[in-house]
């Protein structure tokens, strides 16, 4: 069974950073090839922002967050990161992991189908 569990949300005053985690477990046997990173904000739906392709560490981001956060990941502890910084009010959502393995036809890497699995989230509240 594979798990994603996220981890290092809180709350912090506009301008500053956190960093989250996304811890894969059943890593052993379950090698996911691309990774993403989605929110929700209160009252819209989740959307994707930030993208992790394993093989290569090639990253994509949508430009609500470019040039702010970074993803990351350490392949040896199966584990993704999210550096978050310069962070806004409009940051405040609930941030999730997403895992998925290769597809013949690729992925389109903001679409939440194209992902196998998902963490539960962790909130991260932004104040002014």
């Known amino acids: 069974q594979v798990q994603l569990v996220e981890s290092g949300g809180g709350s912090v005053q506009a301008g500053g950073s956190l960093r989250l985690s996304c811890a894969v477990f059943?890593?052993?046997?379950?090698?996911?090839?691309?990774m993403g990173w989605f929110r929700q904000r209160a009252g819209k739906e989740r959307e994707a922002f930030a993208h992790i392709d394993c093989r290569n560490g090639r990253t994509a981001y949508t430009d609500s967050v470019k040039g702010r956060f970074t993803v990351s990941q350490d392949s040896a502890k199966g584990t993704l990161y999210l550096m978050m910084n310069s962070l806004k009010p409009e940051d405040t959502a609930v941030y999730y992991c997403?895992?998925?393995?290769?597809?013949?036809?690729?992925?389109?890497?903001?679409?939440?189908?194209?992902?196998?699995?998902w963490g539960r989230g962790t909130q991260v509240t932004v104040s002014s």
């Open positions: 997403a895992a998925t393995s290769d597809r013949p036809d690729g992925i389109d890497w903001t679409a939440e189908a194209d992902y196998d699995y």
């Open positions: 059943g890593y052993t046997y379950y090698t996911p090839i691309y």
